[in-house]
């Protein structure tokens, strides 16, 4: 089954809406958690370093204020895409893995398919 | 910076037939993780299979395998007895040590022929 939780699936909104997607390790505490962006038919591109308790670390080109990371908890990171354009619309996925094990892989999401109208 | 390079954007093989992935990737750790991640339409990614660093012996899921070249820092996927179920994006990752993100290629979507 699913290890990590993500939601919303699809989002359809209008432009000037903040959004709010959620990622939940569901067995495993993850002090860190990693948000990709997918634009189609390309790779995940590295958007921000969730880290539980302290600031976002974010990628070079990625604004901050635009795209805000709260981790609340030690399973729980969520991204918050202010004031919405149709530029923001993407596929979103987040990862996170059990660090207990330097072996463990990463995790995925099932993402979020955000449209902004 | 730690990079991955997929070099075939696409592939094709026959179904039940064999199909090799190309991956290189450059860094200057000696103790990194290295993985292939699947894409199907679905857009979920699956991991198909991993390898540390420090094994020598190459990794095999069932009918995927990988041939790790360290020196030559290669780390291809071969795919057996191919399945139209296998068609999908592929995605060659690397991870260093410590709690860092993956690092991806730019991926090879593969088609297999009925």
């Known amino acids: 089954g699913a290890v990590v939780s993500q939601h919303p699936s699809r989002v359809i909104c209008k432009s000037g809406t903040s959004v709010k997607i959620e990622c939940r390790s569901l067995?495993?505490?993850?002090?860190?958690m990693f948000w990709y962006r997918q634009f189609p038919k390309q790779s995940l591109m590295l958007m921000a370093t969730?880290?539980?308790?302290?600031?976002?670390?974010?990628e070079q080109g990625v604004e901050k204020d635009k795209f805000l990371i709260n981790h609340a908890s030690l399973t729980l990171s969520t991204l918050t895409v202010t004031s919405a354009h149709p530029e923001d619309s993407s596929f979103y996925i987040c990862?996170?893995?059990?660090?207990?094990?330097?072996?463990?892989?990463?995790?995925f999401g099932d993402g979020t398919r955000l449209s902004i109208l | 910076a730690q990079t991955v390079t997929q070099s075939q954007p696409e592939m094709s093989v026959q179904e039940a037939e064999t199909v090799t992935l190309s991956c290189t990737y450059d860094t200057s750790e000696s103790d990194y993780y290295l993985f292939w991640y699947k894409q199907p339409p679905s857009r979920q990614m699956i991991l198909v299979i991993r390898?540390?660093?420090?094994?020598?012996q190459n990794a095999t899921e069932n009918r995927f395998s990988v041939n790790f070249q360290k020196a030559a820092k290669s780390f291809s996927l071969k795919i057996s007895d191919s399945q139209l179920g296998d068609a999908a994006m592929y995605f060659c990752?690397?991870?260093?040590?410590?709690?860092?993100?993956?690092?991806f290629g730019k991926g090879t979507r593969l088609s297999v022929i009925a």
């Open positions: 969730s880290n539980e308790g302290s600031k976002a670390t974010y």
């Open positions: 990862s996170a893995r059990d660090q207990r094990w330097a072996y463990q892989p990463q995790h």
């Open positions: 390898q540390e660093a420090y094994k020598q």
């Open positions: 067995d495993f505490q993850a002090t860190t």
């Open positions: 990752a690397y991870r260093g040590s410590g709690n860092t993100p993956l690092v």
